[in-house]
């Protein structure tokens, strides 16, 4: 788990704090085509935003439509859920 960076003037101030700047990965998950995938990330709840970033990582056929798979994150377990591509997708899961 990454706790940031805190820099603090002379009189101990912060100044800059990336917890609240920046974005830390959580973690990752490549999300198979057509398939429900749930995993717990235990250190979710340690952030008071979660996003997820998805791409395809294959090129879709160019006679088939690709679906973006539904990314859902339950702040009361700390599990993202991720289904109903129809394309293999990799999903970043970050927090601030």
Wanted: proline share 3%.
């Amino acid at each position: 788990m990454a706790y940031g960076l805190k820099v603090k003037n002379a009189a101990g101030v912060t100044t800059y704090d990336s917890t609240t700047v920046t974005w830390l990965q959580i973690g990752y998950l490549n999300a198979p085509a057509n398939v429900t995938t749930t995993q717990t990330f235990t250190d979710a709840n340690q952030f008071s935003e979660v996003v997820a970033q998805q791409w395809f990582i294959n090129t879709p056929p160019e006679d088939q439509e690709a679906y973006a798979h539904n990314v859902v994150f339950s702040n009361s377990n700390n599990t993202v859920t991720i289904s109903g591509g129809n394309q293999t997708q990799g999903v970043l899961i970050l927090g601030r």
